[in-house]
DNA sequence: CTGAAAGCGCTTACAG
DNA sequence: CTGAAAGCGCTTACAG
């Protein structure tokens, strides 16, 4: 390992003017430096550095889950905002789970200098912590408790989801029932209140076994799909709270031989990469992914270099409703259960 | 911040002892550090630590595309394994760059104790650098040429590609396609040969209209598949070489209207999330992800641990055909230049 | 612009 | 088992 008097030694200068040369101060003896740089193939030691800086040049970013194509989305958009401005990317997967998420957060402070977070929880108190020892961090997709100082990033949820709840009572649908993901989640929560208040302007409201709450996983969206469908009343149409519980609920109808939209309307939060092949295609709400990611860290970046004190900044975006062939008019509510209609249903449906 | 002096003093013993402490080691005063540590909430400074001990405890992670899903589930399993073994992930996307990954090595080196790298292509001269310098890296999912002290974790490419033209072959098919990734990349270069050798085994040959080079992305798999569907003799049966451009191709088929599997076969190497819900579900060569980043994690930490030479291992990973509803057998080969025959095929697909 | 010197916070032989 | 001391490789006032 060449370290930096090797090249002090060789240029014939000493330390400190090798340490200038290498951040960019004018130096006058710059290309005895340089060269000696070159022949030595000399790489400063990061670690050293940081040690001496206080600076990392790392960002640590935490999301509940990596395989979930929305995260990777945004991650790929932190990734690339990052590279523009010299830092990198710790990342870790918190499962969903806030142990994992807290374990987390303290393992990697000390070796970043900031945070973009996607809380498992918004009652997590970890965060806050965070706050406490003053470093940065910014918040995406998914709010705390008491983390009103934190920079956020998050998407408009009351208003997608109306939007979804507008467009099934629109059609005349009435039976409408939700697979929510946890309410202890600001998604959770924010989408569940935006399609209620929707649902409730259309003089229409989510009895209980309508009301259902997932874990923004693919397999909540599959059983909880399931018990709708053996419902004495099934709804005729369903919300998706996101793009794994929508997977799940299409598996679901696809097991049943349930027919969309005939049988049941379905709208998802989240568009799905096959979402517009889907036969029929998926009438979604979508939201930009990438650009989220992205703009986060951009956010983190100038709040760490010009480390004033600035108030917090909320940066709410916008969704989407993309009305594809997933939705449609419910039949007559009660048809299935009325025999007379049966040959005449199925006629229908067969042509 | 409280340094390990202020915890000598508080706890009455020299920072040797409380280094002891902390790296687990007997010590006689344990309690009274124990006690000094928890009052004055110390944590070691990770900066300091590497710089004596030399050890980083992070991983570089570089992927061509941290948003296709299946390197995002590869990461999911890099994750879960370096955190068994309290490892962390630095993560960066080579955008399919060689220049980008060069640049991310030289980045990365020096921050990490070694490297989990899908290469852009199998030229990149880069990676070698990383074995002159001494740096453990396994290769993951796609090789080097000159890498062979590399440890590799791959899938069966060849035998993979071989099941798809197999069972295109044996279905009757004699007008085969293959829009295949970028021959100077392992899965390219291998998915092909495997490819190739099977059709030539059914007597069967690929001329160079059907033998398409797309680059691994959605808009190529779509602008081949146009390309293929515009020729006089458009093929019968289309094998796309990855998830992405099998993407890209339905969509195709979407936008043109071709119905599969009437109009045209398709098999795809990758499953697809949605896969299975498609009209008709996809038949693919599935392959395992999560666990295939799993396994080089461990390979790597276990290189990692006992720094000894053993020999370069590598670990081949199996595919599993999934035959669904995609393929069938062709019609008869000329048929949709045979006008007689127009209404024969019409009233067939419509049944 | 430059160099000598102190010090970032730790770990690790070394001698007890 | 313990402490004093050296040193990991750099950066940054300080005095010229």
């Known amino acids: 390992m060449t370290t930096i008097n090797d090249v002090a030694a060789r240029a014939g200068v000493s330390v400190s003017t090798v340490s200038r040369w290498l951040s960019g101060q004018p130096v006058r003896a710059a ?9 030595l193939d000399y790489t400063p030691n990061v670690m050293a ?3 001496k800086s206080g600076r990392r040049g790392t960002i640590g970013v935490v999301v509940p889950d990596i395989s979930n194509p929305f995260f990777a989305a945004v991650v790929k958009g932190l990734e690339q905002a990052s590279r523009e401005l010299s830092f990198r990317l710790l990342l870790a997967n918190s499962d969903e789970s806030n142990e994992r998420e807290a374990e987390i957060l303290v393992d990697l402070t000390g070796r970043v200098d900031g945070f973009i977070l996607a809380p498992a929880h918004e009652q997590d108190r970890a965060p806050l912590r965070l706050r406490e020892a003053g470093i940065p961090a910014v918040l995406l997709d998914r709010e705390v408790t008491g983390g009103e100082l ?6 408009d949820n009351v208003g997608g989801a109306a939007s979804a709840a507008r467009h099934l009572s629109s059609l005349g649908h009435t039976a409408i ?11 959770g929560r924010e989408r569940r209140s935006g399609f209620l208040a929707s649902l409730s302007e259309a003089d229409l409201d989510l009895p209980p076994e309508y009301d259902l709450t997932g874990d923004f996983r693919e397999g909540s969206g599959r059983n909880l799909t399931l018990q709708l469908l053996g419902l004495p009343q099934p709804p005729t149409a369903i919300f998706t709270a996101n793009n794994l519980m929508t997977v799940g609920a299409l598996k679901a109808f696809q097991s049943m031989r349930v027919r969309v939209p005939q049988d049941v309307s379905i709208v998802g939060f989240d568009d799905l990469t096959l979402g517009s092949l889907l036969q029929p295609p998926l009438t979604c709400v979508a939201r930009p992914d990438v650009e989220q990611g992205a703009l986060a860290m951009r956010l983190l970046l100038s709040r760490i270099a010009d480390r004033a004190e600035d108030p917090p900044r909320r940066v709410v975006l916008g969704t989407c409703l993309e009305v594809r062939g997933s939705t449609a008019a419910p039949r007559v509510h009660t048809a299935r259960h009325q025999p007379k209609r049966a040959g005449q249903q199925t ?3 067969r042509s």
């Open 31 to 39: 290309e005895a430096v340089r060269l000696a740089v070159d022949e």
């Open 49 to 51: 550095q940081s040690l």
């Open 347 to 349: 006629s229908t449906a």
């Open 150 to 155: 934190f920079d956020v990033v998050v998407v």
């Open 177 to 187: 029932a939700m697979i929510n993901g946890p309410t202890d989640t600001t998604p």
